[in-house]
């Protein structure tokens, strides 16, 4: 079997996106059957991922001990992900479990993409030193503008 790690971006997009659905869906099954709120949910679920990342990557010789070295960058990193993901993550966790379906949450969610997409290039353009140029066409531009139609539909209320 191919190692996953060193796939193309769009075959590890794709295989994230299968391995993480059962995550999605597993938050309102351990809501109704074990009574384990969506809060609790993550906080045990992000254990997992913290156990879990550094021994797949180890193994799969993506990663070595010496780079889990700490020091300034990882430290700001580490507070980025207090900061943001701590808070994005448990905002879109706890409405997985209140919304009428579990997947409009992270429908949208995951219209961060678009956001993202514009920022980076004007990031590019304005801080050329601090990030990876980044290019958009027309293709993908409709692809964005067909995500944010959805995230409207999702949240329009009849």
Known sequence: MPNPFNASWSTQATLGLAIVIPAWIA??????????????FIFWYFIGMLIGIPVFLLSAKFATPSDFQFGAPQFAIVLTGILFGAVANTLVF??????????????????????????TIVLAALFPKYFNPSTADPYHFLGLLLTLAGVVLIGYKR
Do not use: T
């Not at 009428?100 to 995951?110: E, F, H, Q, V």
């Open 94 to 119: 706890m409405a997985v479990n209140k919304a009428p379906n579990p997947g409009l949450p992270i429908a949208i969610a995951g219209s961060a993409s678009v956001f993202v997409f514009f920022l």
């Open 27 to 40: 938050i309102g099954f351990f809501a109704k059957n074990f009574q384990v709120p969506a809060h609790i």
